[in-house]
């Protein structure tokens, strides 16, 4: 007997990316809003080492502030080792997060992390909804020359501790567009 577990959790939105040196929306992406504030705040430079989570009820991203990181929705990890890199257009290479990354903002509603280059900002919004099973990352960014960000990640699916799955395998679904996992028993 199989069974599938399909969960639909990680949601990526971009903030009003702009594709020139003029900020301008473009079509399918989240306009630009302003964050709503709790007033509390802590906020620094990114250290080393140093641990940072997102957390509701229902899901969490935990991970060092200068690492890839993983996101959850209980008792399931979704996915681990998420990272940001840019491509600035017409410039050789590609600058990884984990080397751009320069300030971390904590406030109840979100956790912010910005990565910095002297022809960018980018504004990871990060937030879990209290009672929702999923996790919402936002990009605000500012950009002098066009921009690709990509975000790469492991898909995980594995069961919390101590649960765990006999011959877990992990499947893409194309038609489908999901991940799925399935166990024998």
């Not at 990181?69 to 399931?76: D, I, K, N, Q």
């Not at 960000?149 to 799955?165: E, H, Q």
């Amino acid at each position: 007997m199989m069974k599938t577990i399909t969960p639909l959790l990680f949601a990526l939105l971009l903030l009003a990316v702009p594709a020139a040196p003029q900020a301008r929306a473009q079509a399918g992406l989240v306009p630009r809003f302003a964050l709503p504030e709790s007033g509390l705040r802590l906020e620094r430079p990114v250290q080393n080492g140093a641990f940072f989570d997102v957390l509701g009820r229902r899901a969490a991203v935990f991970g060092y502030e200068n690492r890839p990181f993983e996101v959850w929705a209980y008792p399931l990890k979704l996915v681990s080792d998420v990272e940001l890199s840019f491509q600035i257009e017409d410039y050789p290479g590609s600058f990884a997060g984990t080397e751009t990354v320069t300030h971390i903002d904590v406030r109840p509603e979100a956790t912010i992390l910005t990565y910095t280059h002297a022809a960018f900002t980018v504004r990871q919004i990060l937030f879990a909804p209290v009672d929702e099973m999923g996790v919402v990352m936002l990009l605000d960014v500012d950009t002098v020359r066009p921009l690709t960000i990509t975000v790469s990640f492991r898909p995980d699916l594995r069961l919390m501790w101590p649960a765990g799955l006999m011959t877990g395998n992990i499947f893409w679904d194309e038609a489908g567009g999901y991940y799925g996992i399935v166990e024998e028993s």
